[in-house]
């Protein structure tokens, strides 16, 4: 056996452990479900309004996060300006802090007895209990995956490219939409749906900042505490099955974009 065949041999084995470590749970919780239940949920108006409302909030987070993060990512990746560390630092705070302490320190900027959550509470919207809150918590959570994502992709763009088109006659915000944002797709789209995909699954901050309308991580754990593991379980292979069908649909939509 040669070198690379060894090494092939050598890593299969704890590939394949990792495989079934990320794989074999979510596939028993499907293939045991109770089929008539299985077949309830996905016709069981909360279940379905639940994962729309999943699907909405997370896209629009997305959107409110693409508009937001990637001048910021564009900045970390172009300018070396004093406490640029710190900065990006403090953007993947949202991934390292507990969920749950995100959504308690959303409540203390977007609560009713806050300044801000009164201020748009005067504009008519709310976000405790409402929609808004669900598309902030999810956006505070999630962001940090799209503005790192944009910040490698600009830094793997050559400036140099980008000073051509200046010098073509281009100008600034020309060249940077017609050379820089298309060299960096790559690293955005791929930002952006690790984006959308961390939204979708959002429990802790969503949980305190706007229980209801319920999201479908909290449906599941209101199934599951209010009537238990055997009415969870059907839920919880629904949205499993439709993000995994949403996901494939990205994947081959993403593979038909890649030139051969």
Same mark, same amino acid.
């Given at each position: 056996?040669?070198?690379?065949?060894?090494?092939?041999?050598?890593?299969?084995?704890?590939?394949?452990?990792?495989?079934?470590?990320?794989?074999?749970?979510?596939?028993?919780?499907?293939?045991?479900?109770?089929?008539?239940?299985?077949?309830?949920?996905?016709?069981? =108006?909360?279940?379905?309004?639940?994962?729309?409302?999943?699907?909405?909030?997370?896209?629009?987070?997305?959107?409110?996060?693409?508009?937001?993060?990637?001048?910021?990512?564009?900045?970390?990746?172009?300018?070396?300006?004093?406490?640029?560390?710190?900065?990006?630092?403090?953007?993947?705070?949202?991934?390292?802090?507990?969920? =749950?302490?995100?959504?308690?320190?959303?409540?203390?900027?977007?609560?009713?007895?806050?300044?801000?959550?009164?201020?748009?509470?005067?504009?008519?919207?709310?976000?405790?209990?409402?929609?808004?809150?669900?598309?902030?918590?999810?956006?505070?959570?999630?962001?940090?995956?799209?503005?790192?994502?944009?910040?490698?992709?600009?830094?793997?763009?050559?400036?140099?490219?980008?000073?051509?088109?200046?010098?073509?006659?281009?100008?600034?915000?020309?060249?940077?939409?017609?050379?820089?944002?298309?060299?960096?797709?790559? =690293?955005?789209?791929?930002?952006?749906?690790?984006?959308?995909?961390?939204?979708?699954?959002?429990?802790?901050?969503?949980?305190?900042?706007? *229980? *209801?309308?319920?999201?479908? =991580?909290?449906?599941? *754990?209101?199934?599951?505490?209010?009537?238990?593991?055997?009415?969870?379980?059907?839920?919880?292979?629904?949205?499993?099955?439709?993000?995994?069908?949403?996901?494939?649909?990205?994947?081959?939509?993403?593979?038909?974009?890649?030139?051969?």
């Amino acid at each position: 056996m040669d070198r690379s065949g060894g090494r092939l041999a050598l890593f299969s084995i704890p590939a394949g452990v990792a495989l079934m470590f990320l794989v074999g749970p979510l596939f028993k919780l499907i293939v045991t479900s109770d089929m008539r239940l299985l077949g309830g949920a996905f016709v069981d =108006p909360a279940v379905l309004s639940a994962i729309w409302l999943s699907v909405a909030a997370a896209t629009w987070a997305t959107l409110a996060g693409a508009v937001l993060g990637i001048p910021l990512g564009f900045l970390l990746a172009r300018y070396d300006f004093r406490g640029r560390a710190i900065v990006e630092g403090l953007i993947d705070l949202p991934i390292v802090i507990p969920h =749950p302490i995100a959504g308690i320190a959303l409540l203390f900027v977007f609560g009713r007895r806050f300044f801000l959550g009164r201020a748009f509470q005067m504009l008519g919207v709310r976000f405790p209990g409402a929609v808004p809150g669900i598309v902030v918590a999810m956006l505070f959570v999630s962001a940090p995956f799209l503005i790192n994502a944009a910040r490698d992709g600009f830094r793997a763009v050559d400036e140099r490219l980008e000073n051509v088109a200046r010098t073509l006659g281009r100008g600034p915000w020309a060249a940077f939409f017609g050379v820089t944002l298309p060299l960096a797709r790559g =690293p955005l789209v791929s930002g952006a749906v690790m984006m959308w995909a961390r939204a979708l699954s959002e429990f802790g901050a969503v949980v305190v900042l706007a *229980y *209801y309308p319920m999201t479908a =991580p909290v449906l599941i *754990y209101d199934r599951f505490e209010t009537l238990g593991l055997r009415s969870a379980q059907p839920v919880a292979a629904v949205v499993v099955i439709v993000a995994l069908a949403i996901f494939a649909t990205l994947r081959y939509l993403n593979l038909r974009r890649v030139p051969v």
